[in-house]
């Protein structure tokens, strides 16, 4: 049950590369030297950081080797936007990868939604036969500046952009169709904002598909402790950050 | 210069005056990947109730500047699952002190019994003071009567020290000090969380599922340390200071206005070594003011 290996380090910042004219960035951090599962992440926490934020905040693996760790990441509040602000050479506590990543899949769906798609940057580069993935990423923002580009064109892979109502509808629509056309064929993965979550989770479990969820729930430790940042499921209320934060989606009470 | 980490609390001997506080470590093991349990002063584990516990609906923890709210309503695996499948995992060299919930008098003395029973147990830390709970918890920390009452049918059934830990939510915290004291609590603790909330105004909600919260971290250290000076200089039993510590700093103001031990615990969230690096660094930082031991440090606040 305890983990071994799992050390607090302090990472230097090699580079952080806003896209330009877009709310997102990419953080590059000295490696960790771990194994790693694609949907696990790490908590970061700049030493720059005194009282205020308090709490580290968490990010999905987007990449490790042996060069570096790669957080892809928006701006929404008072964190991300000191992330934006690092300069190379400060420093971040950094503790992960923490949780429980995607199972292995021969074959797999993965449905992205936005910043969901940070972990499957990992996943698909990971995949010993990314022609056997197929992706789908729903996104709000123009394609350019998410890391599509990563994603090699092996995987079966189709953006397609949402910026009204409208457009939402019809997504979920082609959500509903992937996820009954693909149960049974293999296992299907997604990640994204909590309200496409919710879609996904609906159809994965009307088809009955071999479907799995990362959750975002607000987190305070990332080890287990806190019991903040617990999720339903079957066996009651679960800490996002050491069961999760990918669940089966049957066990998950959204 | 060699420095000498030791203290006591009560019948307790701790080879370093840093504990965790409970609900801040989980029951310990979680934090067993980023330094050695070994070092610790003692471990003090997520409050423990007879039966498990579900806690309260999540969103259940908010952060708030240089702090954070939190009602997780103790959730915990129940008195029996923690004996079998905790206890024994922990090392030996550190105590162990469990956080004990109940929601009456009959339960918590039926609870003290068990774990009384339970060798590896260093001492009990008896919970007067959740305001999270609809029952019990602040109810018995707030009515000096009660607490005492509480405090003294524990006392009777148990044999291992009985440490109290106060609620900062009440008018005079010195009178249910004495009140336990009199009642014969062997340690006391303060504080625990300060009642709070947070809301979000473009829902128009409380950022809690259940609306209020107890706040805890850098933000209510100042008001700790005054209510840790203020209960020293009144009781005579020793004191373990809590509230908002998170460097070593932290540790020595307490225990100069008083304190006999700490626990540290929402800095646990910051980094989970905080705990581990404090023990690294105490004894540093004593050389550095030249402290030998913390007989000459503890209550000797000039004023
Ligand atoms: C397992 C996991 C993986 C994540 N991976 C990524 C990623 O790869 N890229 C990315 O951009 N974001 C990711 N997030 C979300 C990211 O953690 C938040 O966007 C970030 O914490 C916001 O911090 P802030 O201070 O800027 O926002 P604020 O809104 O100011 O933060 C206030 C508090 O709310 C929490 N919070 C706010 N939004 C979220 C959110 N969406 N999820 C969880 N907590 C939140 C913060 O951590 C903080 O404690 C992930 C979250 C989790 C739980
Ligand atoms: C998430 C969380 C859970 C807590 N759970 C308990 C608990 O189960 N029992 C208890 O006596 N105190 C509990 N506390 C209170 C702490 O032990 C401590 O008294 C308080 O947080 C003040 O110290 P700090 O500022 O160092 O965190 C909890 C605090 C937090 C933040
Ligand atoms: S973040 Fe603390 S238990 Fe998950």
């Not at chain 2, 105590?95 to 339970?118: C, T, W």
């Amino acid at each position: 049950m305890i983990q071994e290996g799992l050390l607090c380090k302090e990472l230097e910042v090699l580079e952080v590369r806003p896209i330009p004219g877009s709310p997102v960035a990419h953080l590059f951090l000295e490696p960790l030297n771990l194994p790693f599962t694609p949907g696990q992440f790490v908590m970061l926490r700049p030493k720059l950081w005194e009282y205020d934020p308090l709490w580290p905040r968490p990010f999905s693996i987007c990449d490790l080797n042996s060069e570096y760790l790669q957080i892809f990441f928006q701006v929404v509040g008072k964190g991300t936007n000191l992330l934006l602000a690092l300069r190379p050479g400060d420093k971040v506590t950094c503790w992960g990868p923490l949780g429980q990543g995607f199972p292995v899949a021969d074959r797999a769906l993965l449905l992205c939604g936005g910043m969901g798609i940070a972990p499957f940057i990992a996943l698909c580069k990971q995949h010993p036969h990314p022609e056997r993935l197929k992706l789908l990423f729903g996104h709000r923002l123009p394609l350019e500046v998410y890391p599509w580009q990563d994603i090699s064109d092996k995987v079966e892979k189709r953006a397609s952009r949402q910026e009204s109502e409208e457009e939402l509808l019809l997504f979920e629509e082609e959500l509903r169709e992937s996820i009954w056309q693909y149960a049974g064929k293999g296992k299907i993965f997604a990640c994204g904002p909590h309200p496409f979550l919710k879609v996904v989770h609906k159809y994965l479990v009307e088809s009955k598909a071999q479907g799995y969820l990362s959750l975002e729930n607000r987190m305070a430790c990332g080890v287990g402790a806190c019991l903040g940042c617990v999720a339903r499921t079957r066996q009651g209320l679960v800490q996002t950050c050491t069961k999760g934060p990918v669940f089966k989606a049957e066990e998950l009470e959204l | 210069m060699s420095v000498d980490l030791r203290v006591n609390l009560s019948s307790l001997n701790l080879k370093n005056p840093l504990l965790s506080a409970s609900g801040t470590f989980g029951y310990g093991l979680e934090f067993a990947p980023y330094g050695d349990l070994k070092t610790l002063g003692g471990i003090i584990v997520k409050g423990i109730s007879l039966k498990p516990r579900e806690g309260n609906p999540p969103p259940r923890i908010v952060e708030t500047p240089c702090g954070m709210l939190n009602a997780i309503g103790l959730q915990n695996i129940g008195v029996e699952k923690f004996l079998e499948e905790k206890l024994p995992l922990l090392p030996e060299e550190t105590p162990v002190i469990v956080n004990m919930y109940a929601q009456s008098g009959e339960e918590f003395v039926e609870l003290a019994r068990i774990l009384d029973k339970a060798e590896k147990v260093a001492a009990l830390e008896l919970n007067i003071s959740c305001p999270n709970v609809k029952k019990g918890g602040v109810l018995f920390g707030q009515n000096p009567l009660l607490a005492a009452e509480l405090t003294r049918a524990v006392k009777k059934v148990v044999s291992k020290p009985v440490m109290v830990k106060l609620s900062p939510n009440v008018t005079d915290i010195k009178e249910i000090a004495l009140a336990v004291e009199e009642a014969g609590a062997d340690v006391i603790s303060l504080i625990n969380t300060l009642g709070g909330m947070a809301v979000d105004i473009y829902r128009r909600k409380p950022c809690l599922k259940n609306v209020f919260g107890g706040l805890s971290g850098p933000a209510i250290k100042p008001v700790a340390l005054k209510m840790v000076y203020e209960v020293c200089r009144v009781v005579s039993v020793p004191v373990v200071g809590i509230g908002g510590i998170s460097k070593v700093e932290d540790v020595l103001e307490f225990m100069l206005v008083g304190a006999s031990a700490v626990q540290v615990g929402t800095a646990n969230f910051m980094r989970p070594d905080t705990l581990f690096r404090l023990v690294e660094e105490l004894p540093l930082k004593m050389k550095k003011l030249g402290i030998k031991s913390f007989q000459e440090w503890i209550g000797k606040l000039e004023v």
